[in-house]
C-alpha cells in the first residue's frame, strides 16, 4: 500500500511515498563525491580485517552514488561519473574534489519552453505570461521564468521558460533550442511569434497553429532548371496535445487580445478600430511554409500555396528549423500573423500579433493543453 | 512501636500509558511522612507505577480518577500518611473538576478511616474561589493545627502551617533541582545541529559546521534565568527594580521562558525580536537585564546594546548568554559583563576560502529551518566515515550483513541532532506530541530513545519488545507467559485504549524482519494496535520498502 492510497496519512504526507529523500541529486552527489575522492584508503595497511571494513565502505558509497546519480541531468551525471571513475583508480589526484564546484549545473525541469525570435515577439510573450528573468546561462542567452495555473484547477500549474534566438532563420534556431532543451528538460516547447499570413484566410491580429511545417527552400539546380526537394514534418500527437479541442470563444480569447490591446502604451499600438477588431485562431488545414526569405512581394506565398499544398497558408523563417532541433521533444506552433507577405509596412503590428499568439497559447495551456508526459503531474 | 506507613499515588494527567514512577520521590514521601506523621522513620510503600488519566479522560471524563486511586489496606489503629502527589503536573492541567474530585475523595477516604492522614502535593495552590477547597468540609479543615489534611505546594508552602519555614525551603528544594542539575540539564538539552551554516561577521565572512539549538532547554533556562536575576541582578540595582529583556531571532521559545522567569519574580518584561514589532522604550522599567540565546562574535550584543543607549536605556551590570560558541569573544570596555549558563561550545568555524563545503558548491543549511529532514550526504557519510564498523550485535540471530556501522556510537556523538530530526520528521506527518515508540529492547536503540525524551521533556513514551519474543516465529507460546512484563502491560494499556500514535523505531532495516515483527505483534488481538510511522534512522534495503509508512533519515542500499 502506498501513501497515495493510505486514507490515514495526511497529504502532506503522500510525498513520503518513498523516503524523505529531500536533499536535490545534485547537492547529494557533490557531497558523496567529496567523500569519494579523499577517501583515504591505503590497502597495504592494517589487518585484513580492516582492509575489508574500508572496502565495505567505499563500496557503501559507491552505492549510494550510483543510487543519488540516477537522476541526475545527463550533462552532469556523465561529468560526475568522471569523478567517481576517478576516485577509484591508483592515479587519483589529490585535489581533484575542488573542482566539483565548477560542474556543470542544470536548473530545474520545466513543464514548458518557449522559444522566440524577434524583440518584439520576446516581449509581447514575456508580456502574455508575467514572466521574469532568471540568472543568465553561460552563453548570456535571455531565459526569463514564469508559472501559469490551470483554470479550474488551482493545484495545477505549469512552470514555463521563455527565451530567444540571437538571430532569425531556420539555422539560427538549433542552439538556442538545445540549450533550452538541455538545461531545463521541457516536457514540451513551442514556438511563439509572428508570421506573414495569406489575405484570403487571414486578417491581421488572426494567430495560425498550423497542422504542418513545409520547408520550401531545398532544391536541386539542373540545366533543365530548379527542382524542388521541399521537405515537411508536423507534430507527433494528431491531436496536437489537446488543441484540436481547443476553443477560443470559452475562454474569450479575442477579449483578451483587445485588452492586451488597450493597455499597450501609444507607441506600440497599431491605429484600428478596436471594435472591429476580432482576431481569431485558425489552425485546421494550415500548413506554414518556412524558408529563409522575408517574403514582401505579395505573390510568392499564394504561389507556393499553388504549386505545393493548398492547405500553405502563412510563411515565416524559423518553424522547420525549430521543429527539427527538438530532437522529438514534443512541440507545436503558435504565429500571430503581422502582415500579409506585401509590401504594406505593419511595424507596430509585429508586437500586437506576437501578443496574440502568445495569449492564445497561454490560454490553450491553462484550459486545454494535455501534457505529453502524464505521469509528471 | 512500628514505623508508621506512608501510602503515595503517584498521579500523572494527560498521559498516555503508565510510567515509573521516579526513585527520587521517595525521597519527598519520606520527608513529608516523618514530618506531617512526627516520626523520624517512616515505611514508604513506594509504588511501582504511575496513576495516570490520559488527556481525553482529562479533558471528558475526570471522574474516573475513582476508578483509579484505590484506598491502601492499612490495619486499623496505625497511624498513615496517604499522599496524592500531582505535584509534576503542570498547573494548568489540574482543571476545575478533577481538584474537585480530589477533594472528595481525600474527604471520602478521611471519612473511612480513623487514623490516616491525608498530603495532597500540587504544583500551586487553587485559588479560594475553587470548588477543591471542598476539603475545609472535612473535620477542622485545612485551616486547623488538628487537620487531618495538608496541602503543600511547590514553592514549600503548606496550609494549614503544617511545615515550618524550614521544612518549607528544604521541601521545595526536594523539587526543585539544584543550579548544577538544571546547568546539566541544559546542556544535555542544547542540540548540536551539523550543517553548512552561513555567518557574516564584521570582520569577514565565515562558515560554522555546527550550529546550536537550544529550544528543547525551555524550563532549565526558564529556572537558570530567574536564579541568575534574583542572585546577580536585584541585589544590584537601583531599588531591585529591573526588566528582563530578551533576545532571539524566532527563538519564541527564550521569550517564552523569560517570560516566565519574570513571572516568577514579579519583574517586567521585554522581548526583543530582531524580526518583530519595534522595541518600546517604555517597556523598560528600571534597567534592562539582557539575556541572549547565542553568542557567537558577541557582534549583536555590541549593537543591541549601543541602540538600547542611544534610546536612553541603562543596563545591569550583568547580561546573560545561554550559551556562547567562540571562546575569543571580542568584547569591549562598556559593555554589561557577559555571563553564561553553559560552557562555550565549538562550531568548527572557518573562513569561507577554507570551507570544503564552500569550495566544492553546496548551498548553506538556514539554522532555524534545515529545509529538508532526512540527512544530508555530506553529512551522513562524515558521521559514517568516523564510526566504526562491526558485525551486527544485536538484531535478528542471522546476521545479515558482514559489517555495519557502529550506530551506538553515532547515537552517542549525534544523538541529540538525529532526536531532533525524528522530531521533524514526526511534526511534519503530523504526529502529534503525545507519541508512544515501540522498538527492540536493544542497547543502541535505548540510547536513542532516551535522547528522544530529553528533548521531548519524556513526553513520549517508550515500550521496548524483547529481542526473544520478536524473533519468536510463533507468538503465541512466548507471549502466554510474558502477560506481567512491562511491554504487554504498556501495550495492553494502549489497546484498551484505542491508542493512534505509535511510532516503530529501529536503528536501521535490512530485511524488514523485525519491523514486520513488531507490526504483528501490535496487531495482534489483545492488542489491537496499528503504527502510524516506522522510523528506521538508516535503510539498508534495496528496492521497494514492504511496509506501509516507512520513513528512515537515511537510504543507504547495502551492495
Known sequence: MTAHQNPDLPNSATRFVLPPDEEPPREACLGLLYHLLRFDEDPQRGSVGDRGKQALRRNLLLADYARRSADLHPLVKAHFDRYAVESLGAGRRPQAWRELRDSPQVAEPVDVAILTVLPEELAATKLAFGAERTPQPRDNQPVYTAKIKRAGDQDQSFSVVITQTAKPLNVHTFRPVAQILDRYLPTIIFLVGIAAGNADKFAIGDVVVPRKVFYYEPERLTIEGIKPRPEHTEPDDDYLYGFTAYDQHEGRFADKVRSFFEELPTYRRPDIDLAEFQPRVVSENTTIATGERVLRDGEYLAELRDRFDETICAADQESYGFAEATRSVPWLIFRGISDHADPVQRDNWKYVAAGAAALCLRDFLERDYLPPDLSRF | ?559
Open chain 2, 1 to 559: 512501636m512500628t514505623d508508621p506507613n506512608v501510602f503515595p499515588y503517584y498521579v500523572q494527567v494527560s498521559r498516555a500509558s503508565v510510567e515509573p514512577v521516579p526513585p527520587e520521590r521517595r525521597d519527598t514521601y519520606e520527608f513529608l511522612g516523618s514530618r506531617l506523621l512526627d516520626h523520624r522513620q517512616v515505611r514508604v510503600q513506594q509504588p511501582r507505577d504511575s496513576v495516570y488519566l490520559t488527556a481525553e479522560q482529562t479533558r471528558t471524563t475526570p471522574g474516573q480518577i475513582w476508578d483509579l486511586l484505590k484506598p491502601p489496606r492499612e490495619p486499623n489503629g496505625r497511624p498513615s500518611l496517604i499522599i496524592f502527589d500531582f505535584a509534576s503536573n503542570p498547573h494548568h492541567l489540574l482543571r476545575e473538576i478533577l481538584l474537585h474530585h480530589i477533594a472528595e475523595i481525600a474527604t471520602h477516604w478521611l471519612r473511612e478511616s480513623g487514623r490516616c492522614r491525608i498530603a495532597i502535593l500540587l504544583p500551586l495552590l487553587p485559588p479560594r474561589s475553587s470548588l477543591f477547597w471542598l476539603i475545609d468540609n472535612v473535620e477542622g479543615g485545612t485551616e486547623s493545627e488538628d487537620s487531618r489534611i495538608t496541602v503543600v505546594t511547590n514553592d514549600g508552602n503548606s496550609t494549614p502551617n503544617r511545615l515550618s519555614k524550614v521544612d518549607g525551603h528544604d521541601y521545595s528544594s526536594l523539587q526543585r533541582p539544584s543550579t548544577r542539575d538544571l546547568k546539566e540539564r541544559l546542556k544535555s538539552r542544547v542540540v548540536r545541529k551539523v550543517g553548512h551554516y552561513d555567518f557574516s561577521s564584521r570582520a569577514e565572512p565565515h562558515c560554522a559546521r555546527f550550529f546550536f539549538e537550544i529550544e528543547a532547554a525551555e524550563q532549565e533556562i526558564g529556572e537558570l534565568v530567574r536564579i541568575w536575576a534574583e542572585d546577580q541582578i536585584r541585589p544590584h540595582v537601583p531599588g531591585g527594580e529591573f526588566t528582563l529583556v530578551s533576545q532571539g531571532r524566532e527563538s519564541s521559545r527564550l521569550h517564552t521562558a523569560v517570560a516566565g522567569a519574570a513571572a516568577a519574580l514579579g519583574c517586567k518584561f521585554s522581548p526583543l525580536d530582531p524580526d518583530g514589532p519595534p522595541f518600546r522604550v517604555d517597556a523598560i522599567k528600571g534597567v534592562a537585564a539582557l539575556v541572549l540565546d547565542v553568542v557567537h562574535t558577541g557582534g549583536t550584543y555590541e549593537v543591541i546594546v549601543a541602540d538600547m543607549r542611544e534610546q536612553g536605556i541603562t543596563f545591569a551590570p550583568e547580561a546573560l548568554a545561554v550559551m556562547t560558541t567562540d571562546r575569543e569573544l571580542p568584547l569591549t570596555d562598556g559593555l554589561p559583563k557577559l555571563t553564561s549558563l553553559c560552557d562555550s561550545f565549538e562550531r568548527r568555524k572557518m573562513h569561507k576560502d577554507d570551507c570544503d563545503q564552500c569550495q566544492i558548491g553546496l548551498p548553506p543549511t538556514k539554522p532555524t529551518e534545515d529545509g529538508q529532514i532526512g540527512l544530508r550526504t555530506f553529512d551522513m557519510w562524515e558521521i559514517l566515515n568516523k564510526a566504526s564498523f562491526k558485525r551486527e550485535e544485536f538484531g535478528p540471530k542471522r546476521p545479515r550483513l558482514p559489517f555495519i556501522p557502529d550506530l551506538g556510537e553515532i547515537f552517542d556523538d549525534h544523538g541529540a541532532w538525529i532526536a531532533y530530526k525524528i522530531g521533524d520528521l514526526l511534526e511534519s506527518l503530523r504526529i502529534g506530541p503525545d507519541v508512544v515508540f515501540v522498538c527492540p529492547r536493544e542497547p543502541h536503540i535505548e540510547r536513542l530513545v532516551t535522547q528522544l525524551g530529553v528533548l521531548r521533556q519524556n513526553r513520549q513514551l517508550t515500550v521496548q519488545i524483547p529481542r526473544p519474543v520478536l524473533d519468536k516465529t510463533k507468538l503465541d507460546q512466548t507471549l502466554l507467559t510474558t502477560v506481567d512484563d512491562e511491554w504487554h502491560r504498556q501495550l495492553r494499556h494502549l489497546g484498551q485504549r484505542n491508542y493512534g500514535n505509535i511510532v516503530m523505531l529501529d536503528e536501521f532495516v535490512i530485511s524488514y524482519g523485525t519491523a514486520k515483527s513488531i507490526a504483528r505483534l501490535l496487531q495482534r488481538r489483545e492488542f489491537g494496535l496499528e503504527h502510524r510511522a516506522y522510523i528506521p534512522i538508516v535503510d539498508f534495503s534495496a528496492g521497494d520498502m514492504p511496509l506501509p509508512r516507512t520513513f528512515p533519515l537515511y537510504r543507504l542500499p547495502h551492495p
